[in-house]
């Protein structure tokens, strides 16, 4: 059996990839750490096992500790692991990526630095969104005011539906109880929803900064792709939760969330939609590809264009 100094990495082609794995799993007050390639929680319940290659993403809540082994059995994995705070609300830090390759990253550079271009993106999210409009020809302040209109009566349909005394959306930052149940909902729910997004573009090596609606934060392009679920599944099952009852509203949502993600395949559907976004020609799969704009390979950039592949010694017969 090779030990932890000489078990090499597992490559792409040998882990799950993202798109079929679950959304993620949230622990708190807990001891995690590793045994047989699976991460461990211990708690006043008990130990549980938890495959690390089938996880999304583990959001790390208040009250956690985490051993080295479990860290690199992760990262080996490919796990988004994030810290959060308490019910998910705060996003502390994240880990490494799954993807090795800059396509994508580089890609969205390019599409985010060009105005014309970011609009376009921006356009596309929206008739993602919103397929049964048309956002052509649409500046970014009607945009917004498209999204504000359906957010809206998104809210009520779901209040309706659900049977809820709906008044309107108020969260004060820093404050999860000072909200009503339906507020408290929204919030796990928008919270989960980040996270999700942010577990696949950090899997798939985008920026998460660079975003096409958001700006101005460091998970702009997270909340872009989060918002394009938001009314088909963040806000309905915020809604179903809290008509259930005012209790545990929180944690109840993150398990509601977590088991229609997982229904709904979206994962997968994020992966596409990243991807159709950003470089309409390559694989809508989750899978690395040994050709292709995706595959894992590293050049050196030379004049024009030109690409160059690394790994030579291109000292001689270049003109300086």
């Known amino acids: 059996m090779a030990t932890v ?8 082609r040998e882990l799950t990839r993202i798109g079929d794995r679950l959304s993620f799993v949230y622990l708190e007050r807990a001891v995690i750490h590793c045994a047989d390639n699976a991460i461990t929680a211990a708690d006043g319940d008990g130990v549980r096992h938890l495959p690390s290659a089938t996880i999304g993403t583990l959001l790390l809540g208040p009250g956690t500790k985490i ?8 990262g080996e994995s490919g796990t988004g692991i994030v810290w959060v705070g308490e019910h998910g609300v705060r996003y502390y830090a994240g880990g490494r990526s799954l ?25 596309a999210m929206y008739a993602l969104r919103f397929p049964d409009e048309d956002p052509a020809g649409c500046t970014r302040r009607m945009l917004l005011g498209m999204e504000g209109d359906r ?20 969260y004060t930052p820093g404050d999860f109880a000072s909200g009503d149940a339906p507020n408290q909902a929204l919030t796990a729910a928008g919270q989960c929803m980040y996270g999700i997004a942010q ?37 309905p099952v915020a809604f179903e939760v809290a008509a259930q009852s005012e209790e545990d509203v929180g944690a109840r949502v993150r398990r509601a969330l977590r088991d229609r993600v997982h229904a709904a395949g979206l994962l997968e559907r994020c992966v596409s939609d990243v991807k159709a976004l950003l470089a ?4 809508t799969s989750g899978q690395e590809e040994d050709d292709g704009p995706l595959r894992d390979r590293v050049t050196l950039q030379s004049d024009r264009g030109e690409e160059l592949e690394s790994g030579h010694n291109l000292g001689e017969g270049l003109i300086w």
């Open 5 to 12: 100094g000489k078990r090499g990495a597992s490559t792409p």
């Open 67 to 74: 051993s080295q082994q479990a860290i690199r059995l992760l």
């Open 99 to 123: 993807s090795r390759s800059a396509a994508l990253a580089e890609a969205q550079a390019r599409l985010w630095a060009n105005p014309r271009t970011r609009l376009d993106v921006a356009r």
């Open 151 to 170: 957010v809206k009566a998104c809210y009520r349909t779901q209040a309706a539906r659900t049977g809820i005394r709906w008044h309107r959306r108020h």
């Open 199 to 235: 577990s696949v573009i950090a899997a798939l090596g985008c920026i998460p900064g660079l975003g096409f609606v958001h700006s101005g934060h460091e998970l702009s392009f997270a909340l872009d792709i989060a918002d394009l679920y938001k009314t088909d599944i963040g806000i």
């Open 280 to 283: 309409p020609g390559a694989a």
